[in-house]
Nanobody, 115 residues
């Protein structure tokens, strides 16, 4: 069993920054991909960013140039640095981990961008 614990969400003004963290624990062998999805109010969950074991990254177009994903393998932790936040970034952000053949999900952390 694998557990994902997210932290770092909160309320921030437009143009502000936040850093999300997700720490994985439990029966971890070799992590293939870690990353973040988000679900805005009334909308479907969407991929925000992910990073592979080799360091390759993928970002959804709307966050390119503003968000940066990174991972600390020794800590089984993934980070999402979010800058120049916009009201449309408001969502519940979910950490995910893929360790073949299973996907694991965190419980979600709320990010609200509002003045």
């Amino acid at each position: 069993q694998v557990q994902l614990v997210e932290s770092g969400g909160g309320l921030v003004q437009p143009g502000g920054s936040l850093r999300l963290s997700c720490a994985a624990s439990g029966s971890i062998s070799s992590i293939d991909v870690m990353g973040w999805y988000r679900q805005p109010p009334g909308k479907q969950r969407e991929l925000v960013a992910q990073i592979s074991s080799g360091g390759s990254t993928v970002y959804t177009d709307s966050v390119k140039g503003r968000f940066t994903i990174s991972r600390a393998d020794a800590k089984n932790t993934v980070y999402l640095e979010m800058a120049s936040l916009k009201p449309e970034d408001t969502a519940v952000y979910y950490c995910h981990l893929y360790m073949a053949p299973t996907y694991y999900w965190g419980q979600g952390t709320q990010v609200t961008v509002s003045s």
